[in-house]
C-alpha cells in the first residue's frame, strides 16, 4: 500500500513568511509525529498526535509552530514568520498503534530553506 | 537536545567487507530501532529490538542491546555499494509512552565498490 507521503518536497520562504506543510500518513494509523531534521543532524522530535489529540507538542521550539490533525487523518505543520533558523527538513511519521513500542514508518520530509 | 550518541560519525569500507555502528543512549527505553537515510532521502525503518532483547537478525543486519551499558550495536556482514548511507539509531524512552524517537547522530557509511 502506500507510504506516508509529504508536500511539498522543497519550499523556499522568504523570512517572515508563513509556510504549511502537509503530512498524508498511512491509512488507519493512529500516531502521528513529526520530526525536524537539521543538515548533518539526527532529527529532533517536535511533536506527536493520537488521533486528532495532540498529545506532546513538547518539542515544538517556539510558539511560531502549530500543528493540527483535525479529522485524525491528514496533518498541517504551519510555521509563522520564519526565520533562518527554521531551514531544515520536516519528517513525519505515522504508526499504527497508540504510544510506543511499534515501527514508526516515515515519509520523504519537506526541505523548508528560509531565505 | 536529547540526542544519543553514534560512533564512528564516519565509517569507509570496501565492498564485502562487515561495518560495525555503535549507539549509546541516556534513558530507560522500550525499545531501540535502526534506521537508514540515503542522500536526500527519508528514513527507511531497518529493525526493531526490544529492551528485554538482547540480539536480533534480519538478512545481513545484526543487532545487539545491553540495556546494562545503554548500548547497541548494528553490524552489517558483507557489505554493499547500496548499503551507502547514513544509520541512525532511535531509543523510545519508557517515560511519557507517547512513542516519541530520540535520534543519535548517525554515522555515515561509504561502501567502495
Known amino acids: 500500500g502506500a507510504g506516508v507521503s509529504q508536500s511539498p518536497r522543497y519550499k523556499v520562504a522568504k523570512r517572515g513568511q508563513d509556510v504549511a506543510l502537509r503530512c498524508d500518513p498511512i491509512?488507519?494509523?493512529?500516531?502521528l509525529f513529526w520530526y525536524q531534521q537539521a543538515l548533518g543532524q539526527g532529527p529532533e522530535f517536535l511533536t506527536y498526535f493520537q488521533n486528532e489529540a495532540q498529545l506532546d507538542k513538547s518539542g515544538l521550539p517556539s510558539d511560531r509552530f502549530f500543528a493540527e490533525r483535525p479529522e485524525g487523518s491528514v496533518s498541517t505543520l504551519k510555521i509563522q514568520r520564519t526565520q533562518q533558523e527554521d531551514s531544515a527538513v520536516y519528517l513525519c511519521?505515522?504508526?499504527?498503534?497508540?504510544?510506543?513500542?511499534?515501527?514508526?514508518?516515515f515519509g520523504p520530509g519537506t526541505r523548508l530553506t528560509v531565505l | 537536545s536529547q540526542q544519543g550518541e553514534e560512533d564512528p560519525q564516519a565509517l569507509s569500507i570496501q565492498e564485502g567487507e562487515n561495518a560495525t555502528m555503535n549507539c549509546s543512549y541516556k534513558t530507560s527505553i522500550n525499545n531501540l530501532q535502526w534506521y537508514r537515510q540515503n542522500s536526500g532521502r527519508g528514513l527507511v525503518h531497518l529493525i526493531l529490538i526490544r529492551s528485554n532483547e538482547r540480539e536480533k537478525h534480519s538478512g545481513r543486519l545484526r543487532v545487539t542491546l545491553d540495556t546494562s551499558k545503554k548500548s547497541s550495536s548494528l553490524l552489517i556482514t558483507a557489505s554493499r555499494a547500496a548499503d551507502t548511507a547514513s544509520y541512525f539509531c532511535?531509543?523510545?524512552?519508557?517515560?511519557?509512552?507517547?512513542?516519541?524517537?530520540?535520534f543519535g547522530q548517525g554515522t555515515t557509511l561509504q561502501v567502495k565498490p
Open positions: 532511535a531509543t523510545d524512552a519508557i517515560s511519557g509512552n507517547t512513542g516519541k524517537l530520540i
Open positions: 511519521a505515522s504508526s499504527v498503534e497508540r504510544g510506543g513500542s511499534s515501527t514508526q514508518y
Open positions: 491509512s488507519g494509523h493512529v500516531s
